[in-house]
């Protein structure tokens, strides 16, 4: 049974919808430039990072899913018709200069904004068309500090940037037809913070500094033996696979999956990962009576009472 999924918002690059019915519970961030085999553009890592925020403030919403539309793509990482000689360009906003001399010039057909676009970039702190820089950056952070499951759903190309984006997700789900691998050297780009680290972590040194000094792309079914990916499924069964993958999760105690997610990313992440994990552990400590009572005796200055309390050995 094919689950029912609802918009829940206007984008240009991306569609963003929520499971319906006896699915509920999941959201869908589909990047949606199928014509440039789901290559990112600024605008795009915008739109999916405010996606991705709705997602984590929707208490209704259990677990993401991350896609690209159509079977030929996850992702094939940045868009290099707007890549400019200092990272990657926003298209000018209504009124703004044209990028700068030197940077990569507005695409043919795209000079002018389309309509609404102007408004839906000004949702977030405007970006300067010109000024090159690297999105990305903070939506690989702005994953990994979700505190809900993130699944890649992966047909087709997962290539350079797009790679990495699946990397950063916690679980990845693929099609038999899906390709992985990184571009970077090739293309005169490369990711050493969690393209080079996670990957490391996920399929050993050696065989990520294969990956990423080659070039080289691997098939669906060499990403499941190297532990690239978590399961691999024909492509009729991706959806059907990724949405049984949620629902059991959804089945499960979210604080639980919060911090089992915590957990894992902790060693890797350094203090900010410590500092995740230590929050997520006061989160629940404020919930306790011991805690309250250190709230309560400050409202109501007094002198607090632990004494209640057992010093647990
Ligand atoms: C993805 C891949 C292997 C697909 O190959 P194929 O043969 O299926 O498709 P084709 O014909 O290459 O691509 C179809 C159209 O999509 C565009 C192509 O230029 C082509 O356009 P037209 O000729 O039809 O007009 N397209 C595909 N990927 C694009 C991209 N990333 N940017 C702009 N246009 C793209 C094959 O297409 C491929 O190898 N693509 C390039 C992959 C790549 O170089 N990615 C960037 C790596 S760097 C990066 O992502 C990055 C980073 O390293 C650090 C920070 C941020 C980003």
Redesign the pocket.
């Known amino acids: 049974m094919s689950t029912t999924w609802i918009a829940a918002g206007q984008y240009t690059d991306i569609r963003y919808e929520k499971s319906a019915g006896a699915d509920a519970g999941i959201a869908k961030i589909t990047i949606d430039r199928p ?3 789901n ?1 990112f553009r600024p605008l795009t890592i915008v739109e999916i990072g405010q996606a991705l925020q709705d997602a984590r403030e929707d208490t209704e919403v259990g677990a993401i899913v991350l896609t690209g539309e159509g079977p ?2 996850f992702c ?6 707007v890549r400019g000689d200092s990272g ?1 360009l926003s298209e000018p906003l209504a009124g703004e200069a044209e990028p700068l001399a030197g940077e990569a010039e507005p695409l043919a057909g795209e000079a002018e904004p389309l309509a609404g676009e102007a408004d839906e970039e000004m949702k977030s702190p405007p970006t300067r068309a010109g000024v090159g820089r ?1 999105h ?1 950056t903070d939506l690989h952070i702005q994953i990994r500090r979700l505190p809900k499951p993130v699944v890649a759903m992966v047909a087709g ?1 997962a ?4 790679h990495v984006l699946h990397l950063v997700c916690d679980l990845t789900v693929a099609a038999e037809n899906a390709r992985f691998g990184q ?2 050297p090739r ?1 005169g ?3 050493g913070g969690f393209g080079a680290g996670l990957l490391a972590n996920q399929v050993g040194p050696k065989k990520a500094k294969e990956i990423w000094f080659l070039c080289r792309q691997y098939s669906a079914a060499q990403a499941l033996e190297m532990g690239l990916v978590n399961t691999v499924v024909p492509l009729e069964r991706l959806e059907e696979e990724t949405v049984q993958w949620c629902r059991e999760m959804l089945a499960l105690s979210p604080f639980s999956l919060r911090l089992l997610k915590a957990s894992f990313n902790a060693a890797e992440d350094g203090l900010s990962g410590v500092q995740q994990l230590a929050h997520d552990a006061n989160l629940l400590f404020y919930m306790s009576e011991e805690a309250q009572e250190g709230r309560d005796a400050y409202r109501q200055k007094r002198t607090p009472d632990f004494s209640r309390f057992p010093r647990r050995p």
Not at 76 to 81: A, E, K, P, V, Y
């Open positions: 014509e440039v085999r290559a030929e793509a094939s990482g940045g868009d290099q018709r990657y690297f990305v190309y290539i350079g940037g797009g571009v970077g293309v780009s490369f990711d």
